[in-house]
Every structure is written in C-alpha cells, then in structure tokens.
C-alpha cells in the first residue's frame, strides 16, 4: 500500500517537472548588451597622467588622459624653422633684387662694356694690319677670339641686367609660394599631432577598462580606454527556427530579468538568421539541427528602466 502510493507520488512528481520545463521551454532566454565604444590615442606617447577611473561616466569633450610625444615637439621646431625660411624665399623672389645688387650689376655692365668695345677696336686695327701682311695669322685669330668672349661676357649682363630690371619671373614667385605653402602646413600637420597629446572623448561613455597605467607606452590606435555608451540597452534572443513565427518585427513583447525579477516590455527592432557557428544566448537548445538559428533583438521601451540592468545579464522573453 504504502508502496503504492510512493510510486503515484513519483509519477506526479515527474509529470510536474516535465510539464514545467515544457513550459519554461516555452521562454526564450538571452543576454543584456549595450553598444561598446573604444577610445584610442592618434599618436605615440607615454602616459603622463589618467584623469578617469574605471566605472565612471564620462561626457563628449572630456579629457581622459595626457601623453608625452617629445619627438612631435622636435617636428614642430623644425617645421617653423623650414616656414621661415620658405617665407622669405617667397618675399625675395616678390621683392626682386635689391638696390646693392642693380648697382653692383650696373658697375658690371659698364665695365664689360667698354671691354667689348676696346675689344672691338683692337680686332679693327688687327684685320688692317692682317689685310696689309703686317700681321701673322695666328696673332690675328687669338684677336678675334678675345673679342668673341668680351661680347659673349657683355650679352651675358645685358641679359641680367634685363631679367632684374623686369623683375623675378612669375615661375620663380609661385615655385617660392608654392615651398612656404608646403612648409605652412608641415607646421599645421606638427601642430595638430602635438594637440593630439590630450586622449578626448568623443562621445559620453560608461568606461568598463582601462588598459595602461601612468608611465606606459601607448601606441598609435591602441585601445586605451573600453566601455559602454549610455542609454543604449537592447536585448538579444536566439529563437529556433521552430518557434520563430510567434514574433515579429515591430511586436512589443515582454521580458523578466533573471537576477532581480524585474519585468520589461520593448519592441522588437530586427530579426535574422544567425550562422551555424554564432554564439547561441538560450540556456535550453532543444531544437532539430536542420532548424535555423534566428536573432532577435529587442529595444526597451523604457530606457531609463532598462540602462541600469548589468551588461550580460539572463533576460526571459515571454
């Protein structure tokens, strides 16, 4: 008798549990997200100082650390040392020859001047006395050859005292223009990695990690800092293909936290076919292996309920 009724007892006790887990296979289970964001220095430094904390919240344009680049403040000098110098290139090549440099000219011109004409009068007596037989070939050829280099040495400065006197070639202004531009934004381009020494946020964050302390080397890209952006709780479920057709986009469903029993309603954004190898959120797959693996996620309809749940935390959809 007693017997008896032990078994009528164990055969409840398992009905019970079996219609329980069927029922709670009825839920889907998955995970809280938030969106990550990283925060990440443009330029090679030490860090001299972190101005955060793991776990706070940080507004856009907060400064969250200092890095010590000494080799862009060595590119800044040199970058203004090579603006100088191209900015007075341009400026001389504007301005022409100074009046030292036409007088020092013109004093050239007349002195190679009255060598070709004193050359011009000696090769003129020479040709006579060389028509008259008074003068031998060879004397005559080495005249006319001091000649030809006293009229080449005077085309040669009425040339330049022509170039100066029309003032630089316009080549020559933008080629110099062009040099002090170039340098300009070399020191613009130093100027703008030295400010780059400060790591700004660039948009509000929940910091999770911080990956170097003060005194280490923080590369270029290197993720420095890691966290969440605020206010951007979603949920994400992984249905089986079996029970997919109980949700659709734009359905508001309703969901219990796990670890505090609080309940939620929120709106389902998407859904899509996960690949075989995606991570699966559901504590229970009980589904065939020819079915698809689907993701939903859903978008809280109150925000400000949903943005203190932890990231990762078990979520029930009903």
Do not use: W
């Not at 890095?67 to 862009?72: A, K, S, T």
């Not at 206010?231 to 359905?251: C, D, L, M, N």
């Amino acid at each position: 008798m007693h017997k008896n009724i032990f078994i009528a007892f164990a055969v409840l006790f398992l009905v019970g549990s079996c219609s329980e887990k069927k029922e709670n296979l009825n839920d889907s289970e998955g995970k809280t997200k938030k969106d990550v964001i990283s925060f990440a220095p443009k330029v090679t430094g030490r860090i001299l100082k972190i101005y955060v904390t793991e776990g706070q919240s940080v507004k856009k344009g907060d400064t969250l650390a200092l890095l010590d680049v000494p080799e862009v403040s060595a590119k800044i000098a040199q970058a203004q040392g090579a603006v100088s110098a191209a900015t007075a290139q341009e400026q001389m090549a504007k301005n022409g020859a100074t009046a030292d440099q036409l007088r020092q000219l013109q004093a050239k011109y007349k002195g190679l001047k009255e060598q070709y004409e004193f050359a011009q009068k000696s090769f003129k007596r020479a040709s006579n006395m060389y028509r008259d037989s008074l003068m031998s070939p060879q004397a005559y050829d080495e005249i006319y050859a001091k000649m030809q280099g006293a009229k080449a040495q005077y085309d040669a400065v009425v040339a330049e005292l022509d170039d100066v006197q029309r003032g630089t070639r316009v080549e020559k202004v933008e080629m110099a223009a062009g040099q002090a531009s170039q340098a300009k934004g070399a020191l613009q381009e130093a100027n703008v990695a030295y400010s780059e020494r400060y790591i700004i946020a660039t948009n509000d964050m929940e910091i999770e990690t911080i990956s170097l302390n003060t005194g280490e080397l923080a590369t270029a890209g290197f993720a420095l800092f890691n966290g969440y952006i605020p206010e951007s709780t979603y949920f994400r479920f992984t249905v089986p293909e079996s029970a997919i057709s109980k949700y659709k986009k734009g359905q508001t469903v309703n969901m219990q936290v796990v670890y505090n029993k609080e309940m939620l309603t929120g709106t389902i954004v998407y859904i899509k076919q996960l690949t075989r190898y995606a991570d699966i959120t559901t504590a229970y797959p009980d589904y065939q292996l020819q079915d698809a693996v689907y993701e939903i996620k859903v978008k809280p309809s109150d925000m400000n309920k949903a943005k203190s749940i932890l990231v990762n935390a078990n979520v029930i959809l009903k």
